[in-house]
């Protein structure tokens, strides 16, 4: 019998011989073969997990009534024809879409193709780049109606209670590069040239062009013409708002007429729409949004509050706004409709250097050394010069009368490097402001500690959803252009966003009860 030591140990020479073999011959990899065809079995329930979102997305909407969007369908029962894709299927894929930072029809094609959970949505099913581009621009009405439907599912299910509701503006990009804005003269030319191409186009017989091409081609000419159109509407509009004071220098895009050119966080300019966004502070649920072409906040508020009470049929009990919203108007109009407003006091956020020093004045000529006579309503200067009243502006929560001195008396005056260095044209002026008891009020709670804690809240909650529609979802730009459908854009996004709050809040947790064994 052979021992333990000698059954282990290589038998001898074969086994070595082979040994060697292996070592100083060439490796043989498995080869790959990309030619050949084969079939495979899916099962298409399987090819998501359990606790996927998108069985999430698909049971939510599912949950909808999704009428609105069935109007113009064609295919009906009992008829022949190809049937129509269902607005669940539609809505679910753009939800999905959108919440995988996926925002357009042709995307969202290939990934048809080969991604599980495009795949099970569809029942592996390619959904075409058109079909999908069509529905999420196409159904404005319908779209603001399943905004508002969800609201109320989400409010039913405990998570909204408009106790406290944030506001808050973000820019996005339009879709419009910064050299398509042009001066009137420009967009007519242009539209002139566009209308032409139209007529020229339209001209082609179908043996010069095929008929396919001649139909793209128009479609292109005719959107080119339509924007241009557009671009001389919005002048007329810029015209009435009185934007700019010299209407020479008004430029619109041609590319997308309604972008205007805003600030951004990072100081640069760039064309976009300013989209306002309504938070309620519960849950974080996203309870209005609007999208304006105004650049600043200051007018935002009570629009925001009406679209709040439009959406919920509830006006807010309080609202909380960073300061480009403090405005003396919008601390009166939150007064007169109940609703507590809570903001840092604008003029207060403007403490730091004082602007005299910025502007060369000294003390004594300060405006706190101007006389102020009530009968005459003017000042008297420290040089015995009258400033009489020229006019009042809305500055932040004040409303500020203004007062100059005439120019003769200052051009001339020996003391002018002192009080007004920069004046070259003009006397010098002063301001009286005047506070109003409701600013008053507003300023005095803001100095105490409980409304500073809750406005210490704002930046989370406000900013939690800009931050996910930038970053998560990529929605650093439109993809689409124009007012509207920028609007429909920008409630996807929304919807999509509320909707995974309902995911992380309650699908999970009523899929996890519905799986614990008995
Ligand atoms: S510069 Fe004008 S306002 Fe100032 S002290 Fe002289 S006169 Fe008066």
Redesign the pocket.
């Known amino acids: 019998m052979a021992s333990a030591q000698e059954e282990d140990s290589p038998t001898d020479g074969a086994v070595s011989e082979k040994d060697e073999r292996q070592r100083a011959g060439k490796p043989r990899f498995q080869q790959i073969d990309r030619e050949q065809l084969f079939w495979r079995m899916i099962n298409v329930e399987r090819l998501i997990a359990e606790d996927h979102p998108a069985r999430a997305i698909w049971e939510f909407v599912g949950k909808l009534d999704l009428s609105g969007y069935t109007g113009e369908i064609r295919a009906v029962e009992g008829m022949a024809g190809r049937p129509a894709l269902s607005p669940q299927l539609l809505v679910s894929l753009w939800v999905y879409a959108y919440g995988q930072g996926v925002g357009s029809g042709r995307a969202i094609e290939q990934l048809c193709e080969w991604d599980p959970a495009y795949q099970w949505l569809t029942g592996a099913v390619v959904v075409g780049a058109h079909t999908l581009s069509d529905f999420r621009v196409k159904h404005e009405k319908a779209l603001k109606e399943l905004f508002v439907q969800v609201l109320g599912l989400l409010s039913a299910d405990g998570l909204i209670t408009l106790e406290r509701v944030m506001q808050d503006g973000t820019k996005i990009g339009g879709k419009a590069a910064q050299d398509s804005f042009r001066r009137k003269e420009r967009v007519e030319q242009a539209l002139k040239q566009a209308q032409e191409q139209v007529a020229a186009v339209e001209a082609l017989s179908e043996e010069e062009t095929s008929r396919r091409i001649s139909k793209a081609r128009s479609r292109a000419q005719r959107e080119r013409q339509q924007r241009l159109e557009q671009a001389l509407k919005e002048f007329e509009k810029l015209a009435e708002e009185g934007s700019g004071k010299d209407p020479e220098k008004r430029r619109v895009s041609t590319s997308d007429p309604q972008a205007r050119i805003m600030k951004q966080p990072d100081g640069g300019f760039a064309p976009s729409y300013n989209v306002q966004i309504n938070t309620d502070a519960s849950n974080g649920v996203v309870v209005a949004v609007g999208v304006v072409q105004a650049g600043n906040d200051f007018e935002q508020l009570q629009p925001g509050v009406d679209r709040v009470e439009q959406n919920l049929g509830k006006t807010p009990d309080q609202v909380v706004t960073d300061g480009g919203f403090v405005s003396r108007d919008n601390i009166v109009a939150m007064k007169e409709r109940g609703v507590e407003f809570i903001g840092p006091c604008g003029d207060e956020a403007g403490k730091g250097k004082s602007s005299y020093e910025g502007r060369g004045v000294s003390p004594e000529?300060h405006s706190s050394q101007?006389v102020y006579d009530a009968q005459s309503d003017s000042y008297c200067?420290?040089?015995?010069?009258i400033?009489s009243y020229e006019g009042k502006e809305q500055r932040h929560t004040q409303l500020s009368y203004r007062y100059r001195?005439q120019r003769s008396?200052?051009q001339g005056?020996?003391?002018?490097g002192?009080?007004?260095p920069g004046?070259r044209v003009t006397?010098?002026s002063i301001h009286r402001s005047e506070e109003i008891a409701e600013v008053a009020e507003f300023r005095h709670k803001m100095l105490t500690e409980p409304a500073r804690e809750i406005y210490r809240q704002r930046a989370q909650v406000a900013e939690t959803p800009n931050l996910w529609i930038k970053e998560k979802f990529g929605l650093r730009q439109f993809s689409v252009r124009g007012l509207s459908k920028v609007g429909m854009e920008a409630l996807w996004a929304c919807l999509t966003y509320n909707i995974r709050i309902w995911i992380r809040l309650r699908w999970r947790q009523v899929a996890t009860v519905a799986t614990v064994p008995a």
């Open positions: 000529y101007f200067c420290p040089q015995g010069k400033l001195a008396d200052c005056c020996p003391v002018k002192q009080c007004c004046n006397g010098r």
